[in-house]
């Protein structure tokens, strides 16, 4: 039977929190993650804050089958993320011999300079993550993944990843435009979440040229159980006069 596996993200950043830098990871991970039948089910956005990163970062990989960090991977003294995983698995934090080669190569060794170098530091025995877009690497410590935090590079890391990580289910999903409030179906709604095991109901409520609606999204690993809870759906609306179109 195949089991689900979860994941975790942990967002790391000064410049998310301020609002300076919009994140466009966590959207793309999550999509990536669910075709590839991984569920991510928690998000964290931490400071560059040592004890911070490194607390979080323990809770999180004891408790998912998988983390993945963004950011915190650069040149520049913000940058300890990987200072901080190396604390979090009580590893000293080395010069990774092929990462520093793979640096050397591609900037020379004249522009080679000290704070490029330190895109070459990992914990010691950590195995390194491919960058085909600028070449600096990022890192795996047992279930914890290390990326940048450029969208363009985190999404060709991971790719990389792809042979690395066990699959579970995929969670499938499918969608009813209702125009009625969704106070006006809340009752309902709990009852069918209730007597439909192994799905789960999302309530958004739109309001779009002066109507008031709402949209109710069922997932599940399995699509005869979203038909099935569909048509529970469909039948609540039809005996309440609610008009109603599938997405």
């Not at 066990?166 to 435009?177: K, N």
Request: with cysteine.
């Amino acid at each position: 039977m195949t089991q689900d596996i979860n994941a975790a993200l942990l967002i790391i950043g000064d410049e998310i929190l301020s609002g300076r830098t919009h994140d466009k990871n966590l959207p793309y991970l999550a999509e990536w993650l669910n075709e590839a039948g991984i569920q991510l089910i928690e998000v964290r956005v931490v400071p560059d804050v040592h004890t911070v990163i490194v607390d979080a970062v323990n809770a999180l990989r004891i408790t998912h089958d998988y983390v993945f960090t963004t950011g915190g991977i650069g040149p520049t003294h913000d940058d300890i993320t990987a200072e901080c995983i190396a604390a979090a698995f009580g590893l000293p934090l080395t010069i990774h011999p092929e990462a520093f080669q793979r640096l050397e190569d591609h900037y020379g060794s004249a522009d080679f300079t000290d704070a490029r170098q330190r895109m070459a530091h990992t914990p010691k025995g950590a195995d390194l993550i491919d960058n085909p877009v600028s070449i600096a690497p990022g890192f795996q410590v047992e279930n914890v993944f290390v990326m940048a935090g450029v969208p363009k590079i985190m999404q060709a890391m991971l790719e990389t990843l792809r042979p690395r990580l066990r699959t579970g289910r995929t969670v499938l999903s499918r969608a009813l435009t209702i125009h009625a409030p969704e106070s006006k179906m809340a009752t309902a709604l709990g009852e069918i979440q209730n007597t439909h095991e192994g799905v789960s109901l999302g309530s958004y409520p739109f309001f779009r040229n002066g109507s008031v609606g709402t949209q109710i999204v069922v997932r599940s690993t399995e699509m005869q159980k979203i038909d099935v809870a569909l048509e529970s759906l469909r039948n609540f609306c039809t005996e309440a006069g609610y008009l109603f179109e599938d997405v």
